[in-house]
Antibody, heavy 122, light 106 residues
Framework: HVQLQESGPGLVKSSQTLSLTCTVS??????????WSWIRQHPGKGLEWIGY???????YYNPSLKSRVTISVDTSKNQLSLKLSSVTAADTAVYYC??????????????WGQGTLVTVSS | SYELAQPPSVSVSPGQTASITCSGD??????ACWYQQKPGQSPVLVIY???KRPSGIPERFSGSNSGNTATLTISGAQAMDEADYYC?????????FGGGTKLTVL
């Protein structure tokens, strides 16, 4: 069965760029059957979708974050990556990657990685 | 921007039926799905495309969506169902999550 694992620094300084990687096992990103998304959850709060990528490199971002987000894919490593620039304390959150299924103009996420907490410090 | 509203909390007695609502403008014209999140864990999909249940999700979980409201129903709630539940839709330009509902089984 498919598993996703996020990795990256747990602490990022304010104004710098947050960089995370998600390694996928049990499924090939290159198979093309799914999109792959990043989602975050502020401490004790709800969920916020960041954006998705297709194996071809096609991306689509949450308009509210679009100016600071870059999602990329490395099909040879079966990984996707997230870069979020100019971070502030408001970007402190648990960051999840998830397999993104799309049908009939609708996206849903299954499964999710375990998540990784990123804290932005001043 | 499109918004989804959920009640902050719902309580249910063990064995009874719990209903969690998710409200949004003409939500019934879109699809909705639901996630369960237990403390310290990642969200788990329990309902997608309004009423479909992923493999491995117990039959006591069901969903509906009509008008302005999507509803997650848990029939015969169990202590293990105590968790936060989030609804989600796609508004045509972005993914939208509800604020979450804490389900207490007591």
């Amino acid at each position: 069965h498919v598993q996703l694992q996020e990795s990256g620094p747990g602490l990022v300084k304010s104004s710098q760029t947050l960089s995370l990687t998600c390694t996928v096992s049990g499924d090939s990103i290159r198979s093309g059957g799914y999109y792959w998304s990043w989602i975050r959850q502020h401490p004790g709060k709800g969920l916020e979708w960041i954006g998705y990528i297709y194996y071809s490199g096609y991306t689509y971002y949450n308009p509210s974050l679009k100016s600071r987000v870059t999602i990329s894919v490395d099909t040879s490593k079966n990984q996707l990556s997230l870069k979020l620039s100019s971070v502030t304390a408001a970007d402190t959150a648990v960051y999840y990657c998830a397999r993104d299924e799309y049908s009939s103009s609708f996206h849903w996420f299954d499964p999710w990685g375990q998540g990784t907490l990123v804290t932005v410090s001043s | 921007s499109y918004e989804l509203a959920q009640p902050p909390s719902v309580s249910v007695s063990p064995g009874q039926t719990a209903s969690i609502t998710c409200s949004g403008d003409k939500l019934g014209d879109k699809y909705a799905c639901w996630y369960q999140q237990k403390p310290g864990q990642s969200p788990v999909l329990v309902i997608y495309q309004d009423k479909k249940r992923p493999s491995g999700i117990p039959e006591r979980f069901s969903g509906s969506n009509s008008g302005n409201t999507a509803t997650l129903t848990i029939s015969g709630a169990q202590a293990m169902d105590e968790a936060d539940y989030y609804c989600q839709t796609w508004d045509g330009s972005t993914v939208v999550f509800g604020g979450g509902t804490k389900l207490t089984v007591l």
